[in-house]
């Protein structure tokens, strides 16, 4: 069987336009010789709704989009992914759907059996499971129609499964020959390497041709990769999606293709590539999905701020990206020649608006409170909310989404200012580590220099009092961030990092900075989730709260 896959980017709730594109997918798939044809999960309303789904007009629309699109599909079927009404619990009880349309009409539904509820999945929030499977016949053939997690819990894979059933040996119990998987599968750093030998374990174990296509682009903090792929009975890699870019498969499942696999696209690249590409489309379709056309960010001359402005010049075009420097009386002059160089060599718009008039304003206003005190943090980030008032002053005049600076380091630990440098609508890097914004940015600078030598080689400071280095408040960068992997995302006690060599003192001030520090994360803007665990809407730790974990 010739099968095509559609690996696209739908908008939530979207549902004219999702439907446009699929049907102009479908028809480009049926005339290079698709004769089944199969879109992402939850391709109509887009991935994932969240509580859009206890909207009664929200799952209406879904439902009359699958009618509408099915007028448009002739003899060659398409499945795609939708929401269904569960017609033995009235009300608002929903299934995580597939249907298979065909000459105009909906043939066949089925609905996913597996519900993550980890990490960012919220799925039993919203619907039931499927209580059992069937194959759908087709020309003879018996196809595993499947939903993302329904592939997920290979028992030879795992060394801990989460579910009971596992759908795919269901399906082949009952005699399928092919599985079919409808995927919205997040991206994280490493997960498409998991992914793939995950798949190739199961076609291999199972002795089935398999295909997956998988869901790409950007919704909120989530990334999907794409790298929809299609395997043979043995796991050989027939065909491998293009990595976070739509693309249209048409691949042929049938024995003699295994043949042809020598040609299919196989392996990936770097690492840092892999990152910047996710972190490219990540502010691309936050920009344009939230009905942007630019973007604002200030220029500190650091590293932070540098690669953003690369990525978001890759992301949203040069000439839509507006860097600003907001110099203050202890901003060092190579910090504004750093950002000029970088601007420059980027070619986006630049400008120096000095905040030390304002400052001084400030300052003004409560020496008469302040009088008799110690200067402190206090005064330091009056300049840092002086930055944040001024670009969003720049947003709202011009209508530019503004960015934040701010990486998982700094946001760990707190070391950044509420309704400062905190300020903004998206914060492309806060989930990714400082050691790998300067891994990535090295990367930037692999050919030539882009990011300017001098923002990678120099100290890192917020520059807001005489001198100051990050390293003054806070551990060597390369010792935090292998604490901070292994107490954030790891989620290892105490004890178990200072087994594994680190310094108590050192281990118990990071863990003290990162806990008094979530009522800022609270108040953050959205993160685009890059790492297997994020800050947001992936790790729910309470604001008042008294739980300090022993030495």
């Not at 580590?433 to 990011?451: A, F, G, H, P, Q």
């Amino acid at each position: 069987m010739i099968v095509g896959l559609l690996q696209l980017n739908s908008t939530i709730g979207a549902f004219a336009a999702n439907r446009e594109k699929l049907l102009s997918a479908y028809a480009e798939a049926v005339a290079r010789g698709a004769e089944f044809v199969v879109a992402p999960e939850l391709f109509l309303c887009g991935y994932p709704p969240r509580d859009l789904l206890l909207r009664e007009d929200f799952v209406a629309a879904n439902l009359a989009a699958l009618e509408a699109t099915a007028q448009g599909i002739g003899a060659v079927p398409l499945c795609l992914g939708y929401v269904e009404k569960n017609p033995a619990r009235p009300g608002r009880a929903l299934k995580n759907a597939a249907a298979v349309l065909q000459n105009g009409k909906i043939i066949w539904r089925m609905a996913k059996s597996l519900l993550p509820t980890y990490d960012v999945f919220d799925e039993d929030r919203y619907f039931d499971p499927a209580i059992k499977v069937e194959p759908f016949l087709f020309n003879g053939c018996k196809l595993g129609i499947t939903i993302c997690e329904d592939i997920w819990n290979d028992e030879d894979f795992w060394p801990e499964r989460r579910y009971r059933r596992d759908p795919v040996k269901e399906l082949i119990s009952l005699g399928a020959e092919i599985i079919l998987n409808l995927s919205a599968s997040p991206w994280h750093d490493g997960k498409e390497r998991t992914r793939l030998e995950m798949l190739r374990r199961v076609a291999r174990d199972e002795k089935i041709p398999l295909a997956q296509v998988n869901a790409v682009g950007a919704n909120d903090e989530l990334i999907f990769d794409g790298h929809s792929v299609a395997l043979d009975a043995q796991g050989e890699v027939l065909a491998l999606g293009k990595r976070f870019a739509e693309e249209i498969l048409v691949v042929d499942l049938s024995p003699a293709a295994s043949s042809q696999k020598s040609e299919a696209r196989s392996g990936f690249p770097p690492r840092e590539e892999l990152l910047f590409s996710a972190l490219s489309l990540g502010i691309r379709d936050y920009v344009r999905k939230c009905g942007f056309k630019s973007v604002i960010l200030g220029l500190s001359g650091g590293i932070d701020s540098a690669l953003i402005a690369v990525i978001a010049a890759e992301a949203v075009g040069a000439e839509n990206v507006l860097g600003v420097s907001l110099p203050a009386r202890y901003s060092s002059e190579g910090s504004l020649t750093d950002a000029e160089k970088l601007a420059r060599q980027l070619g986006i718009r630049y400008e120096v608006l000095p905040i030390e008039p304002a400052f001084n304003a400030v300052e003004a206003q409560l020496h008469k409170l302040f009088a008799g005190t110690k200067p402190n943090e206090a005064e330091e980030n009056i300049q840092s909310r002086l930055r944040g008032v001024t670009l969003m002053a720049l947003s709202n005049k011009f209508g530019g989404l503004v960015l934040t600076t701010g990486n998982k380091s700094e946001m760990a630990v707190g070391y950044c200012t509420l309704y400062g440098d905190m300020n903004g609508a998206l914060a492309p890097i806060a989930d990714v580590l400082k050691t790998d914004v300067y891994k990535i940015s090295r990367w930037v600078n692999r050919e030539r220099e882009i990011i300017p030598a001098d923002s990678l080689t120099k100290p890192p400071s917020a520059e807001l009092r005489p001198g100051q280095k990050d390293q003054d408040s806070l551990p060597p960068y390369e010792i935090l961030d292998a604490i901070l992997d292994l107490y954030v995302v790891k989620n290892l006690g105490k004890a178990e990092i200072v087994a594994r060599g680190f310094d108590a003192a050192v281990v118990n001030d990071v863990v003290n900075k990162i806990t008094f520090s979530e009522y800022k994360r609270r108040q953050a803007a959205p993160g685009l989730k890059v790492s297997s665990r994020a800050f947001g809407m992936g790790r729910r730790i309470p604001v008042a709260q008294q739980f300090r974990p022993a030495r």
